[in-house]
């Protein structure tokens, strides 16, 4: 089941996600924008681990949709599947191959 927040919640993630950034990086490379972008970026990162590659550059932590705005909204319905494989592959990849802890920190985030 997909986790629905209010305005407040969202917009206090949002926040939280842009502020704890580091303020060296470039803005326009770390934003993917678009449900097909998006779901290249996803299909591409599993398929890096499964095929036991080396992650690069930044990890997605968060994955917002504004389903109201999605006309079908059928557009979107594959993304949270998506997500929890892209979930499942990157906590059980190697610990050589990771960056992080094996943990949860390279996993969207599934807050409610």
Not at 10 to 24: F, G, K, N, S, Y
Not at 38 to 48: G, H
Not at 77 to 101: D, G, I, R
Request: aromatic residues 2%.
């Amino acid at each position: 089941m997909v986790a629905r927040v209010d305005g407040d919640t969202l917009l206090h993630m949002l926040v939280e996600a842009l502020t704890t950034l580091p303020h060296d990086a470039p803005r326009t490379s770390l934003y993917t924008a678009g449900i097909n972008t998006v779901t290249r970026a996803l299909e591409d990162r599993i398929q890096t681990v499964r095929e036991g590659r080396k992650l690069e550059g930044r990890m997605p932590h968060l994955l917002f949709v504004c389903v109201a705005d999605m006309e079908p909204p059928t557009l979107v319905a594959h993304l949270p599947m998506l997500t929890a494989n892209y979930n499942a592959a990157v906590s059980q990849k190697p610990a050589s191959h990771s960056e992080h802890s094996p943990r949860d920190p390279d996993s969207v985030d599934p807050r409610p």
